[in-house]
């Protein structure tokens, strides 16, 4: 469907990857519809890039039928199986100078998209960005600031027990073009994380992780289906990576390959 006439060039590229969310693929593209109005209203062409893959007939006709898009979007079916590669689907279809990624189920703050751009205008070398802070609500209710890696929170060997961040991410199209996320498929390899590797490998090629100050990202917490949950129940571990390779060097907390 892309609509092209009378369209600009996005600046920004939203990646939104699809399973089987069913009806909350309806809340959540209303959620992204509005921050794209909001970002529209101060002359920002946002791209919404919808990944279906291997989307259940629910899901996929919820996100096809939505009342908010209006042509614009561009839909991306796939067969992959996993989301590291429905988002690297996503990314072939960008044509924004940036690009962000967003899961089909969740929801950001009205001003998401903005924020973003604005700090991303502020930051010079290779940078990804994270929303400032994450509400969780569903199977549990919670909220946390994420870390900066230029803050005083920061510690590199946190990231051998824990991922600082969640999923969604924020950079330029450059970078996700030159380090695209990698497929773990943990039922057959124990390995998972797609997200937590990915950052751990952009820290070691020397990319600094920010926040977009001011935004607020709803990060939906589920009984089942969550990918997430899976990995934990399988406990499953991120692939060998570079960040903790012997002779590394690390100087204070910036990655260098």
Known sequence: MPREQGMSLPVLSAIVTFHGEGILAHTSLRSYALSRNIARGEGIEVQLVLV????????????????????SETVVETQVGDLAL????????????????????????????????????????????????????????????????????????????????????FSTRELYEAIPYVACYPKQTGFGYEDWYWNSETIARGVMHRLAWGTAYFYRRKWY????????????????????ALGRRSDKGQGHA
């Open 52 to 71: 279906l893959d291997r989307a259940d007939e629910q899901t996929r006709a919820f996100v096809l039928n939505h009342p908010d898009l209006d042509g």
């Open 86 to 169: 429905a988002r690297n689907a996503g990314v072939a279809a960008c044509r924004g100078k940036y690009i962000c990624t967003l899961d089909g189920d969740d929801l950001i703050s009205t001003g998401y998209f903005l924020k973003h751009l604005k700090e991303a205008g502020q930051l010079e070398g290779r940078f990804i960005l994270h929303p400032e802070m994450v509400l969780s609500f569903g199977m549990y209710s919670a909220y946390n600031w994420q870390v900066d890696q230029a803050g005083g929170y920061y510690d590199e060997r946190a990231l051998l027990a824990v991922n600082p961040w969640i999923s969604a991410s």
């Open 225 to 244: 289906g969550s990918l997430n949950e899976a990995s934990h129940t399988m406990k499953t571990v991120i692939p060998r990576t570079s960040l903790f």
